[in-house]
DNA sequence: TGGCCCGGTCGATGTCGTCCACAGTGTTCC
DNA sequence: GGAACACTGTGGACGACATCGACCGGGCCA
């Protein structure tokens, strides 16, 4: 993981399909070695080249951020939810909530059928607390703080 | 936004980099075809592909939901937040807080820097809680429900 | 029916990905 | 110090691929 490692995730972000022969120059490399380097990159997980979809633009007009409460055990309630399509992101946390989950609905009434008939009734689940949102301020892809 | 469609994306979430003449068959086109319909999701900006970075394989050891409450426009201070490598993520969000921000940072002393430094000066900032976590559960690229 | 538009296939051309052999560099261990 | 090795980048050859234009067929409307 070195400069032109993050260089190479730089690129990715405007441009996941860059041809290596652009790529390569790009981060001061061959064509071939900056192949390399990202298909080691892909092969250690460190990044996934991906389709983003914006649920907007895909008619998903309701979203909302999820903070619940559990009782027992929540990787069981995350692993619960996350078999739900509405739910595109769960991480388990600590503080005042127990659990995170975002869901995205088409409509406000889904969103409320969503949290009254999906989530309230999964076992262990206590309370459940929900910020809606109608936009997503900021969303980066790249962590690059180091 | 067909069926066809749908199965593109799909794609594109296994592997972004598909050669559009895999890509065609796949989803029962030509690979010409395949690429006129990527290319004009691309466009139209409903899907975007782009290397998406895992945190952890990144030296990001600690992540943290904030939640804020802003006296004032939220959204001058979301951009403000924006401005640092460390928030991947923000929302304006109506419920008991105003402000959703995910953080990622080294260690837990540099959340704890990052809240008491950055954050809580910020002007319109009247309050925060944070939810740390320690690993995502689930992270969805494709919302996928009509 | 005729014309148009949208969206598909097909085929030619040049570009690109892939693989391999080789070169340079830094490290380890006698 | 120097031999052996691992690691990483380079260059080239080949086959696969992207790209673009020409063509084609179904749905739609006058």
Redesign the pocket.
């Known amino acids: 993981m070195d400069d ?1 490692d993050r260089a190479i995730l730089r690129e990715l972000q405007t441009d996941g399909r860059i ?4 790529l ?1 120059p790009k981060v001061g ?5 900056a ?3 990202l298909q080691r990159l892909i092969d250690e997980k460190v990044v996934q080249v991906v389709g983003v979809t914006d649920p907007m633009a895909m008619g998903g007009q309701t979203m909302a951020l999820l903070g619940l409460h559990v009782d027992g055990d929540p990787r069981a309630v995350a692993d619960e939810l996350s078999r739900h399509d509405e739910v595109v992101y769960a991480v388990l946390t600590s503080g005042t909530f127990d659990l995170f989950a975002e869901v995205v609905c088409r409509r406000p009434h889904d969103l409320l059928d969503f949290v009254n008939d999906v989530v309230r009734p999964i076992e262990g689940v206590t309370a459940v607390e929900s910020f809606p949102y109608f936009g997503i301020h900021t969303h980066r892809f790249l962590w690059d703080v180091d």
Do not use: E, N, T, W
Request: hydrophobic letters at 30%.
């Open positions: 032109i041809p290596y022969s652009d390569g490399l061959s064509a071939s070695a192949r390399q380097r």
